[in-house]
C-alpha cells in the first residue's frame, strides 16, 4: 500500500436472527431504525467500496432492502460470523487479494474510522492476512471481566494469545495487591473488528473448531491454533461496547437519542 493511500475493501456485516440473550438482535429498534440499519450506515461511512449484510433470515434481508446495501442468505450451521463471511466471499466471487472488514451487527456506534483503520493495518503488513484492533486498559475491573477479552501481541504488534482472562499476569505485583502490570506492559482490550484476505478465508474455512477456541469462546483462537499470525494495531478512539443485552440495548438508545455518536 502506498503511504497514505487508504486501501480499496469491502465490509461485511454477519447478521444472525437467532441470539441466546437478544432473540431477534439485529432487528431489535433503536430510535425508530432497526440495530442493522444503524451498523451498516456506519459501514458505508466507512469509505467500503461494498457493503454487504450476511445473514441466515428473510426479516433481515428485507429490513436492509432499501438501505444502499445488498444482503447475501447464508447458511444456518455457520459456528461464527468469520465462517459466514467466507461464504459469501464465495458466493460473490470475490479475489483471493480482496480485503474484506467484518463490521459486527450488534455495533451500531462503530466509528467508520475505524473500519478504515483495520483495512489500513492488514494492508500495511505482509506476513498475516487478518489484522484487528486493540485499546488499552486502565480500569482492573475490565481486566477481570470475562465479558472483555484481552489480547497480548509480540514486540511486531502479531498476536500471541487472546483471552478472557487477565493476560498478562503479573505473579510478582498482583500477589502484592499492585493492580498493573510491570516492566511497561499494559493490558489490552480487544476490539472485534476483523480485516481479512479472501485468500485467507479460504484458507480459515477448512478448518476444524480448535480446542483453545471451543474452551475460550473466541473465534480468533482458531487462527492462532493453525499457526497464523494475526496483525493487532493499537488505537485510542476505542468504540463504546457492542449490545450483548437488554442493559446494552437501553444505553445505546440513550447515545443515539442524545446524538452522541463517536466519529
Known amino acids: 500500500m502506498t503511504a497514505g493511500v487508504a486501501p480499496e475493501f469491502k465490509v461485511v456485516i454477519p447478521a444472525r436472527y437467532g441470539s441466546r440473550r437478544l ?135 502479531y498476536a500471541l494469545y487472546f483471552s478472557r482472562a487477565p493476560v498478562p499476569w503479573d505473579r510478582e505485583r498482583f500477589g502484592r495487591g499492585v493492580l498493573e502490570p510491570g516492566n511497561g506492559m499494559t493490558w489490552l482490550r480487544h476490539i472485534g473488528l476483523y480485516a481479512y484476505t ?21 473465534e480468533q483462537l482458531r487462527i492462532l491454533w493453525n499457526g497464523e499470525p494475526i496483525y493487532v494495531t493499537c488505537v485510542t478512539d476505542a468504540p463504546p461496547a457492542g449490545i450483548d443485552t437488554d442493559a446494552d440495548l437501553l444505553r445505546v438508545t440513550r447515545l443515539l437519542s442524545g446524538d452522541s455518536l463517536v466519529e
Request: negative net charge; hydrophobic residues 40%.
Open 23 to 157: 432473540p431477534c438482535k439485529p432487528l431489535l429498534s433503536i430510535g425508530g431504525k432497526p440495530m442493522i440499519a444503524h451498523v451498516c450506515e456506519r459501514a458505508l461511512a466507512s469509505g467500503a467500496t461494498d457493503v454487504t449484510v450476511a445473514t441466515d433470515d428473510e426479516r433481515i434481508r428485507r429490513a436492509v432492502d432499501d438501505l444502499g446495501v445488498h444482503a447475501v442468505m447464508t447458511r444456518l450451521d455457520h459456528n461464527s460470523g468469520t465462517e459466514r463471511i467466507a461464504e459469501v466471499a464465495d458466493i460473490c466471487g470475490w479475489n483471493p487479494t480482496d480485503l474484506i472488514v467484518n463490521v459486527q451487527g450488534d455495533e451500531p456506534l462503530i466509528p467508520p474510522a475505524l473500519i478504515q483503520r483495520v483495512a489500513a493495518a492488514l494492508a500495511g503488513q505482509s506476513r498475516a492476512g487478518m489484522a484487528t484492533l486493540a485499546t488499552p486498559i486502565d480500569d482492573y475491573d475490565e481486566v477481570s471481566n470475562p465479558n472483555v477479552v484481552k489480547v497480548v501481541p509480540d514486540r511486531l504488534g
Open 198 to 218: 479472501v485468500g485467507f478465508l479460504r484458507r480459515y474455512i477448512d478448518w476444524p473448531v480448535s480446542p483453545l477456541e471451543s474452551v475460550e469462546s473466541l
